[in-house]
């Protein structure tokens, strides 16, 4: 379970440092830092605009929430085991709602999150779902410059163009709003690990399957 550094420190050096080794690694020659990224403050941002991104049944009884990072292993770990059997048995079947929500440890997993939203809700979670699986790969490529290249592929291969990738990474207003939405989030639910969840209002650890089916099932009152 990764620990989350002070929201404030942490948020301050994925802004100032991480657009600069973004811009790096394009494959545009010509690329610049993304602008005004050192100026994020999270009280100063309007974050009204960051969509949330929802699967199942957004009605249901039963709301969670995912608080993740794309490079957190333990959060890869659940995508690839109880999150699929959670999807087929309670998000596909509408039984409860499911909200996923981006933590950034570091200004790799801002990198990824940028691409993941960058061609909107539609395919938000297949390119999670591609992050995820692959993440011992493109989070391990070595370079700033590499890992960028890495995601960009990801990118492409979700069907997006080179040039609407870049517009995404180069993005520093959003980059500004991204940072201030997970701050004010991570604060108001009190995360400290990925991957954490909140349920109903309730925050809880990880768990295995088997834990989170009865915990569902208890406050779906089956």
């Not at 499911?98 to 440890?105: A, I, K, M, S």
Request: proline content about 3%.
């Amino acid at each position: 379970m990764n620990k989350i550094l002070p929201i404030g420190a942490v948020a301050l050096a994925l802004v100032a440092g991480g657009a600069w080794y973004m811009t790096q690694g394009a494959s545009t020659p010509g690329s610049t830092a993304l602008p005004g990224a050192a100026n994020a403050q999270s009280a100063d941002v309007d974050t009204s605009s960051v969509i949330e991104m929802v699967e199942g049944n957004p009605e249901a009884a039963v709301q969670v929430i995912e608080y993740a990072s794309f490079t957190c292993p333990h959060c890869a770990s659940f995508h690839e085991n109880t999150y699929k059997q959670l999807k087929a048995d309670y998000i596909d079947t509408g039984k409860i709602g499911f909200t996923f929500r981006e933590v950034y440890f570091d200004k790799f997993g801002m990198w990824a999150s940028m691409i993941a939203r960058c061609d909107g809700p539609e395919k938000f979670f297949g390119i999670t779902d591609m992050m995820m699986k692959g993440q011992s790969t493109w989070a391990r490529a070595g370079s700033e410059g590499a890992i960028a290249d890495e995601l960009r592929k990801i990118g492409r291969l979700a069907g997006m163009e080179s040039e609407q990738i870049e517009a995404c990474l180069t993005d520093g207003d959003k980059l500004q709003t991204l940072v201030a939405w997970y701050q004010q989030n991570a604060t108001k639910d009190e995360i400290r690990s990925t991957p954490s969840f909140v349920i109903n209002g309730e925050l809880y650890s990880n768990m295995s399957y088997a834990d989170f089916k009865a915990l569902l099932d208890e406050k779906l009152g089956e």
